[in-house]
């Protein structure tokens, strides 16, 4: 089956660039995705990317597609505290019918 | 206007106990779902249901039965709780696209 993993932790200044890693393996993926979950509260979607894309930037989110190597990547420059929460990758299955998550990278913006 | 609303959210109960949580969304999307966040935060769907018809049932104990009387509403019926139970469940809704869910607040059930 698919398996998606992220690294469970990352640490960042204030104002520094953060960069949150997720692999994946069904190579079928039409669609990955990025949401954010705040304490307390529900998902929130962030960005979405289309297999065919190796890149794509929506204001301070760049996500980077590496197919090959079925590599995904979400950078969030200058990093603020209110961007500290759960950030979860996922993946659309081939029928499109549901996502599968991963475990979720805790990013801790430090003032 | 809370656009995916659940009830309750949080929910303390004793095993062997039945317990329903409610999901209501008022974006008019047709596809609407169950999600489990274990106390590691994985995430993992239980239910999707498409215009009330049930199309993902993820080995999930027949326990746990969701209706939906209508497109704007998926209910979780859980009977039997159990310790391994506990968790946090999120409903959510889409239109078509799995990926463009809008998710709840979530419920967090505690069994004791």
């Known amino acids: 089956g698919e398996d998606v993993e992220q690294s469970l932790f990352l640490s960042v200044r204030e104002g520094d660039s953060s960069v949150i890693n997720c692999t994946y393996t069904d190579s079928s993926s039409t669609y990955l995705y990025w949401y954010k979950q705040e304490p307390g509260a529900g998902l929130q979607l962030l960005t979405y990317?289309?297999?065919?894309?190796d890149m794509k930037q929506d204001q301070r989110l760049t996500v980077l597609l590496n197919k090959k190597d079925k590599h995904l990547s979400l950078r969030i420059a200058d990093t603020q505290t209110g961007d500290s929460a759960i950030y979860f990758c996922a993946e659309r299955d081939n029928a499109g019918n549901m996502l599968t998550f991963g475990g979720g990278t805790r990013l801790m913006v430090k003032p | 206007d809370t656009a995916v609303s659940q009830t309750p959210k949080y929910l303390v109960t004793q095993m062997g106990n039945d317990k329903s949580i409610k999901c209501e969304q008022n974006?008019?999307?047709?596809?609407m779902y169950w999600y489990k966040q274990d106390s590691k935060k994985f995430l993992k769907i239980m239910f999707s249901?498409?215009?009330?018809?049930?199309?993902i049932n993820e080995t999930v104990p027949n326990r746990f039965s969701p209706k939906s009387p209508d497109k704007a509403h998926l209910n979780l019926h859980i009977n039997s709780l159990e310790l391994g139970d506990s968790a946090v469940y999120f409903c959510?809704?889409?239109?078509?696209?799995?990926?463009?869910?809008?998710f709840g607040q979530g419920t967090r059930l505690t069994v004791v």
């Open positions: 249901y498409n215009n009330k018809e049930l199309i």
């Open positions: 990317i289309f297999s065919n894309m």
């Open positions: 974006l008019g999307h047709d596809t």
């Open positions: 959510a809704s889409s239109l078509g696209t799995p990926g463009e869910a809008f």
